[in-house]
């Protein structure tokens, strides 16, 4: 059974998978904030055998410092529009991973943490907000793939494993790839920058709950901590503001921060019928965790904005 003291010492490490990204990096930011040290491991998605191999040989040294570890899966190149073969592809590489932390279960005691997307999984499903009670029903491959990811994560639960999977609601802060196909604060932001039109292909009235990406890590940290501390199990959690607000009001409040119009034209796309108009969200579930203040979308808004100027200015570009 998980929990037998290995060769390795006892004190417990962290393991930031995807440290590189948006979500990796800020969780990464908030460990080392607490005094933690912390592990990363950054994937190479455009190879699906490095990429394995490299989430592989990062657990693998972890077990080899300690006993104990807390590894947190913030990784995954997807967004809505992905295709099927390449959600299969990332799929198979966090197969890969849990394969590899069940092989090392009778000497490791772990907490995993899985990033998961509240927007993918719940797009379908009926009568919002949406809660953890509430039964998920994606409308896209993504969301099937994120359902699936986290089945397989929870499926560590039979070695004794801790599991912690946060659905996580519309990320935004300084540092978004600009290149994905997703963040409309940032591309907001990045339009307004380049004077060039943002084509937005959902309706204005489309509802969404943003929060800031070191709110999100704070809440993320603090979940995994409580589910650190209880018995071997799964828990899924909510990440979000509980406030949503509409894609008009979000334009609008983007053309009173940078006091002029950012161009925007509204486009019509297929992609359009994977998107909910309705993605309100509630947390019932360690509710506690959620009393904390939070950025305001003026100030994180506002944050990106200094962020993307400064981008620009040191002559970065996108295609």
Known sequence: MVGNVNSAGNTPVDLVVGSGGLLGGAVHR?????????????????????AEAAVVAAVQALAARSSRARIWWCAGAGVTSTTAAELAAEERVLAGFVAALAALAPNLTVTVFYASSAGGVYAGADDPPFTELTIPKPLSEYGAAKLRAEAAVKSLVAAGARVAIARVANLYGPGQDLRKAQGVISQLCLASQLRRPLNIYVSLDTLRDYIYIDDAARRCVDFTEVVDQGAPGAVTKIIATGRSVSVGAVIGEANRIFRRKVPVVLASSPMRRQQARDLRLRSVVLTELDRVPLNTLAAGMNEVRRSIEARVRAGEHWA
């Open 30 to 50: 908030e460990l080392r904030r607490r005094g933690l040290a912390v592990a990363e491991a950054k994937v190479p998605w455009q190879d699906e055998s490095q």
